[in-house]
């Protein structure tokens, strides 16, 4: 089955860099588009940022572009996000989750976000 | 990238029907089919329960069904239960990459 384990959250201070991991299993991982989600505690669902199956193309949201990095290892089946000069409002759970893909009916096109890990804690606070 | 809009909160008795309602613009909900609808419980990571405005994900209950009309999407959960009660989150692709998710809407089983 699909697994998605997210690691490397932690305490902070204002202004450091963190880098998370999430170790897929379960799934080729080289044919998923991949992404990161964070929520603030008590607060919905951010999207952060995005990496095409073979780490061609990334994107990122206008709330961390500039400050953190999407990446990915296909031969390892692990995905990354490098955060640097944190603040104290990105302090939340980060999510790592799958873009499922492909085609029904009549051959009409779709995606969405279909599985998502358990998260992982990022505090940043002095 | 402003959060697609949901009503805050929906409540309703056992049995009964509730619809939440998520609004955005032309350039995401408008724009094309690439809007989902997730469940998240406390403390836990989401889950797909519509994908494609209106196809139910693999083992979700028939009772959760979506739709669109111009830039508002719907879930709809009819016959609704106790384990409904959950927060449930909008989302949609903006012009084909960057994605946005709703404000969320807090459903209450009276």
């Known amino acids: 089955q699909v697994k998605l384990v997210e690691s490397g959250g932690g305490v902070v201070q204002p202004g450091g860099s963190l880098r998370l991991s999430c170790e897929a299993s379960?799934?080729?991982?080289?044919?998923?588009?991949m992404h990161w989600v964070r929520q603030a505690p008590g607060k919905g669902l951010e999207w952060v940022a995005v990496?095409?199956?073979?780490?061609?193309?990334?994107y990122h949201a206008d709330a961390v572009k500039g400050r953190f990095t999407i990446s990915r290892d296909n031969s390892k089946n692990t995905l990354f996000l490098q955060m640097n000069s944190l603040r104290v409002e990105d302090t939340a759970v980060f999510y790592c989750?799958?873009?499922?893909?492909?085609?029904?009916?009549?051959?009409?096109?779709?995606?969405?976000?279909?599985?998502w890990g358990q998260g992982t804690l990022v505090t940043v606070s002095s | 990238q402003s959060a697609l809009t949901q009503s805050a909160s929906v409540s309703g008795s056992p049995g009964q029907s509730i619809t939440i309602s998520c609004t955005g613009t032309s350039s995401d909900v408008g724009g094309h089919n690439y809007v989902s609808w997730y469940q998240q419980y406390p403390g836990k990571a989401p889950k797909l329960i519509i994908y494609d405005v209106d196809h139910p994900a693999s083992g979700v209950s028939p009772r959760f069904s979506g739709s669109k009309s111009g830039n508002t999407a719907s879930l709809t959960i009819s016959g609704l239960q106790a384990e409904d009660e959950a927060d449930y989150y909008c989302s949609s692709y903006i012009n084909g990459n960057l994605y946005v998710f709703g404000t969320a809407t807090q459903v209450t089983v009276l």
């Open positions: 990496i095409w199956r073979d780490g061609k193309k990334k």
């Open positions: 989750a799958r873009e499922g893909s492909g085609y029904y009916g009549s051959g009409t096109y779709y995606k969405a976000i279909d599985y």
């Open positions: 379960g799934f080729t991982f080289s044919n998923y588009g």
